[in-house]
């Protein structure tokens, strides 16, 4: 029986922030059954046992925190890995989302969203880039979103957020390849998430309908989204560095 699995992740440690829920508690689960050692980052410690429950048994560790402390984020990271040693790859998935009007926009709802979304990326791959902290040829990927590559109405605080995602990877990019640390996005459109279900019971059939009909693949699933995660952090994706996997079903090819 063939042996070769370009996935393979046995003996990785991998940091997956937002792990208790939606796509960053799938994420965990995906990677540790391709054999990482999963470090789980949420504020909630019930929630962070419950994904853990969930995955592939393995030496995981459950990492609370408050990623709004993100001056605290790069000794927070280095604390960790006195304990678990060098980390392979970081996935920043936790995230704030909810449309905004501009005409009611404020500037706490604008600082809310960019605080989680794009500050704590800014300061994980601060952490992330310290000696002790990362091992050769490890990689981070962000969890950007299609509203970061076309317009949406309503959205256009979270939709600069996202697209600012797709920047800062650009340029982490070059600036970290000298220390051989690849860095990516992957950018989802709609997937049924917990999130997902529940906008779905929000909107009439009608309106539901009509975002069905923007995925000319169908809605996503969370595996659809940490297959691209894991492809990137994986062997698989060694020379891909500055770029976005874009896992739409097609929303964005209209």
């Keep these: 029986m ?4 370009p996935l393979n992740m046995t003996g990785r440690t991998i ?19 391709l054999g990482a050692r999963i470090v789980l ?5 019930a929630r ?15 990492a609370p925190f408050d990623l709004t402390a993100m001056d605290d984020i790069p000794r927070w990271m280095l604390e960790l890995t006195e304990k678990t040693g060098p980390w392979h790859g970081l996935v920043h998935s ?22 989680i979304n794009v500050g704590a990326a800014v300061a994980l791959s601060r952490g992330f880039r310290q000696k002790a902290v990362f091992s050769p040829g490890s990689s981070i990927v962000f969890l950007s979103s299609v509203a970061g590559l076309v317009g949406q109405p309503a959205n256009a605080l979270y939709s600069a957020t996202k697209g600012a995602l797709l920047a800062l990877a650009r340029s ?16 989802p459109a709609m997937v049924m998430t917990e999130m997902g ?7 009439t059939a009608e309106n539901w309908a009509a975002i069905e009909a923007m995925h000319p693949l169908g809605m996503g699933q969370p595996e659809d989204v940490a297959g691209a995660i894991a492809f990137l952090l994986a062997p698989t994706g060694r020379w891909i560095t500055g770029t976005t996997i874009v896992t739409d079903g097609g929303y964005t090819a209209a």
């Design 2 to 5: 063939p042996t070769f699995n």
């Design 15 to 33: 940091l997956v922030t937002g792990a208790s829920s939606g796509l960053g508690r799938e994420t965990a689960i995906y990677l540790s059954r």
């Design 41 to 45: 980052c949420g504020r909630d410690l």
């Design 48 to 62: 962070l046992e419950q994904t853990s429950a969930a995955m592939e048994a393995g030496e995981h560790v459950l």
């Design 94 to 115: 936790a995230g704030v989302a909810g449309p905004k009007p501009i005409r009611i926009a404020a500037k706490k709802d604008f600082d809310n969203l960019m605080q």
């Design 172 to 187: 982490l990019a070059l600036e970290l390849a000298r220390e051989n640390i690849r860095v990516n996005c992957v950018a």
């Design 197 to 203: 279900q529940k906008l779905r019971q929000t909107l």
